[in-house]
Nanobody, 125 residues
Framework: QVQLVESGGGLVQAGSSLRLSCAAS????????MGWLRQAPGKERELVAT????????YYGDPVKGRFTISRDNAKNTVYLQMNSLKPEDTAVYYC??????????????????WGQGTQVTVSS
């Protein structure tokens, strides 16, 4: 199994940018598709973005399309989430997670077998 640690969360104003990082250790990082998911207070956890093993394919949830970018550096065992034009509704705990298969638009929260502890992102209006 892979161990995941997120970093980069914080409090920012609407319209700002933030980059989250997720460092992986354990089994070979490039064996996994990776995802970012988030959970806002009182809401279900939702998929933000997912990326395949090589980084050549990505999928984004509708609320973040055109604003967020997922990427990975397999040499550094790290996956990133660049978040631009942040909105108050982006406020949530953001989780990094690993899946053995890249599923693209059919990805669900339940597909991810390994999770980080989460990092809080708060966007003020």
């Amino acid at each position: 199994q892979v161990q995941l640690v997120e970093s980069g969360g914080g409090l920012v104003q609407a319209g700002s940018s933030l980059r989250l990082s997720c460092a992986a250790s354990g089994r070979t990082f490039n064996s996994y598709a990776m995802g970012w998911l988030r959970q806002a207070p009182g809401k279900e956890r939702e998929l933000v973005a997912t990326i395949n093993r090589s980084g050549g394919s990505t999928y984004y949830g509708d609320p973040v399309k055109g604003r967020f970018t997922i990427s990975r550096d397999n040499a550094k065992n790290t996956v990133y989430l660049q978040m631009n034009s942040l909105k108050p509704e982006d406020t949530a705990v953001y989780y990094c997670a690993a899946d053995l298969i890249y599923r693209g638009r059919t990805t669900t929260v339940a597909d991810f077998g390994s999770w980080g502890q989460g990092t809080q992102v708060t966007v003020s209006s």
